[in-house]
């Protein structure tokens, strides 16, 4: 197929089987840098499938997923390289403090890689709100403060292509605001974001690619 | 390759400070171990004689039953809070992450038991000559546990009611490690050379610590479909 300069990620001809079910097939896609996808459909569409599947994590029924042009499977530690995923469970580690998971998470991803934090990361917590409780374990914060330290991940990351699935979920609107800050600095500097969420993003000033999942009997 | 040292160093680090966090945790399978060993001497009588013949095999069965108790830690809360999926997705070969995940299991459950392994050899009274025997049996057959019980868990780790599967699953497979190392236990406290089965028990080791970060890399993909 032919790759336009800006493609990052491509879907082709893919289709993803759940039980007895299809959830979709033969569903093309491609994400160019600088652009924002919202994947939409009711609840049981596949989005969050579409979603793994596009990371790597499931391997689809039929069809391939390139990434910059080559397949996923083959190069699968360079993709992962460039790639920061926020599933449902976003990997926030319980018992540990929002500087110990941001510690984590910033010695293993994306160019920072290796370094951990140097110093605890103040501006950070500033950023996404989590100022005076960065020494409380994360169980005894609440769901939306837990999202929030998932969510300080966007901060840290280098990485091109960000897919979220659902990361509006239990944020307040400042949360939110916090967020739509962040999408546009990650397409201003030439990334891309996927993602699925049930808001309607109206705020955004970016133009909003849409891809929409019907339900499937 | 320092990314890949990174990684491997940060869940390490993050794995051990999870496990302080939950003290309790760790010490079950340790206190399990203590318990069965002192109540075997109360149960089949104080003769020293029966004691010491009984020895190798009680300490090694109830290392292997302690050690199954605290084994679906491994994966279980990784999975439940989504930190396996991300183990996934980090830019390392997963078969490097699974080996840090398996040495921080190995150094929380078998640590402590080589160091009260002494200390089990005096209370069942076994022959001084097979105390060091004992010691290296242990030291070779728990990395092999920790591994072949990585596969088990990553295997079972999605379903609801993976434990008792996982026993069954699991003790098979431990039975090869508790013929050897009895056999090289009894071997030294009758007088003769453990060198066969400690050999055996050196060679099933390397085996499983090389390949079972790939079986347990594929039950995963698996498991976190």
């Known amino acids: ?217 | 390759m320092t990314g890949l040292l990174a990684i491997f160093i940060a869940i390490m680090r993050r794995d051990l400070r999870v496990a302080m966090r939950q003290r309790s945790d760790l010490l079950n399978p340790i206190l399990f171990l203590l318990v069965v060993i002192t109540l075997f001497p109360l149960g089949v009588g104080p003769g020293p004689d029966v004691l010491s013949r009984i020895a190798p095999g009680v300490i090694w069965v109830s290392a292997i039953l302690s050690a199954l108790l605290g084994l679906e830690r491994i994966f279980r809360d990784d999975f439940r809070d989504g930190a396996l999926e991300q183990m996934l997705l980090l830019p390392v070969a997963v078969e490097w992450s699974v080996l840090a995940k398996i040495t921080v299991h190995w150094l929380l459950t078998a640590l402590p038991l080589l160091v009260l392994a002494p200390l089990f050899a005096l209370l069942l009274n076994l022959t001084p000559s097979a105390w060091g025997t004992l010691w290296v049996t242990l030291l070779l057959g728990t990395p092999v546990i920790s591994c072949v019980g990585a596969i088990g868990v990553a295997l079972t780790v999605s379903l609801n009611k993976g434990g008792a599967l996982l026993s069954l699953l699991l003790l098979p497979l431990l039975i090869p490690l508790l013929i050897f190392a009895t056999a090289a236990v009894e071997a030294s406290a009758t007088g003769l050379s453990p060198a066969g089965p400690l050999a055996l028990m050196a060679a099933i080791m390397v085996l499983t610590v090389v390949l079972s970060p790939y079986a347990v890399h594929a039950a995963l993909r698996v498991s976190v479909n």
């Open chain 1, 1 to 217: 197929m032919a790759q336009t300069p800006k493609g990052l990620l491509s879907a082709q001809n893919v289709a993803s089987v759940r039980g007895e079910r299809t959830l979709f097939s033969a569903l093309n896609l491609q994400v160019n840098s600088g652009e924002i996808w919202q994947i939409q459909g009711p609840n049981g569409a596949g989005k969050s499938s579409l979603l793994r599947i596009l990371a790597g994590l499931l391997p689809p029924q039929s069809g391939s997923v390139c990434f910059q042009g080559e397949a996923i499977e083959h190069n699968r530690s360079a993709y992962h390289q460039e790639l920061l995923f926020l599933g449902h469970k976003a990997g926030v580690k319980p018992e540990l403090t929002a500087i110990e998971n941001l510690d984590f998470f910033a010695s293993v991803q994306g160019h920072v890689q290796g370094r951990g934090l140097q110093e605890p990361p103040y501006e950070l917590l500033a950023n996404v709100g989590l100022v005076g409780l960065e020494d409380i374990p994360a169980q005894r914060l609440s769901a939306g403060q837990q999202r929030r330290i998932a969510l300080a991940r966007l901060w840290l990351s280098n990485a091109k292509l960000w897919i979220l699935d659902e990361p509006f979920t239990s944020l307040d609107v400042h949360g939110i605001e916090l967020l739509h800050e962040r999408f546009q600095w990650q397409v201003a500097r030439g990334g891309a974001i996927v993602m699925t969420s049930h808001q309607a993003l109206n705020h955004l000033p970016i133009a909003l690619q849409t891809l929409v999942l019907e339900y499937q009997h």
